[in-house]
């Protein structure tokens, strides 16, 4: 038991159990948040309802992509930099 | 010459295993895009094989590592790797038969530890790296990933809950092309590395290459990446139709979630230098994509039969590679005893690829695109 517990680096372990579920969140989270925010502008357009419902359905829409590529562009750089 | 005829089909081979891990992981990158239609087959393989091929290229940091901790470097000969190779494939091979999902890299660790075992007894096997590599990322992988896909799905949900399916469904499969994408690009940085340092290390043990810099010569490079990507593009229908279909009738919210999680758990591993198994990994964000949604919607059986085939990848792989180095040892002289056991796994692999196809057209995309009602 002495010898399984020095062999894993637990410390390693336990940031990976907390990073890993905020990254997946993250995913999830932004990425609906586009669906939502381009769905959302789009009625608002095409049912001609208040300008700035819609405008603050587009800001959610352009800042839920950023915050989504900025996740995956991180991601590629984790790839590349391994 | 002996020697020089043993590292040929140390090459070919390790080039052979490169193609049935493409084959084999296609499934896990893909997968639930095929389900969810994001992707035609044809597309999504082809998708798989660039990033696969252009994943190689990246960096050739994880091909120095290869069977480092597992069994002792200089212990290490062209027949051991040849006995592992052997063990590996024939494993990739029947969990693809069986259309299981189970990770390459266990069964080249497992091929690994066989041959070696057999080569030269127990003391060249070092636990502590089975135990850190092997056993410990198998429990956490499937775990992690099954919370996140399950958590993110939930939250997914809640968030396009009152938007309209048809939106929402074009949403997420768009997505999943950036993730599967994602997935793809990171198993091409891995795995076609694996067999870039099999090479390398076979090339070393020869003589060909300085021990104390490992470089891995371009041609290594190049071949590893095109076995890998040509293996991706074949695709490994059987595998992708479990993951994509029997484990769960997945939606394109939920195959998103699956992939992101997935690729969310690899990439932070990967990042903190504790490599998983994409298998495991999107095999238990597959799972956890389900249950979330409603526990009876996994098929348990399905997920047994996969758990089961993990828990046998490491020693049933191990005792192939030991079963393969032995046998080349019978006939005294090495190279005689490589020929002999490299054309009796291309006998047996011929004859079963040729079962198969006289059956139908089972291992083909045709096959996977063709709807359930016509197959009938």
Redesign the interface.
Known sequence: MG??S????WG??G???W???L???????T??????G???ADEARRDGDGRIAGMAYSLLAVVSTAAFLAV?VY??V????? | MDSDIVLYIVVATALAFDFTNGFHDTANAIATSISTRALSPRAAVLMSAVFNFAGAFVSLAVAATVAQGIVQADAVTPTIVFGALIGAIAWNLATWWFGLPSSSSHALIGGMIGSAFVAKGASVIEVDGVIEKVILPALIAPTLAFTVAGVSILVAYRVVGRQRPGVVNRGYRLGQLVTGSLFSLAHGTNDAQKTMGIITLALIAHGNLNADSFDVPTWVVVSSATAISLGTYFGGWRIIRTMGSRIIKMDPAQGFSAQGAGSAVVLTASHLGFPLSTTHVISGGIMGAGAAKRLSAVRWGVAGNIALAWALTLPCSAVIGGLAYGMTQVFGDEALGVVLVSLLVIGLVAAAFGTRVRRGPAITAAASSTPASAKA
Do not use: D, Q, T
Request: charge should be positive; aromatic fraction near 8%.
């Open positions: 010898l399984i020095a062999v894993i680096e390693k372990i940031e990976l159990l990073v890993a579920p990254a997946g969140l993250a995913v999830a989270i990425y609906s948040f586009m669906i939502v381009f769905a959302r995956v991601g590629v984790i790839i590349v930099k391994k």
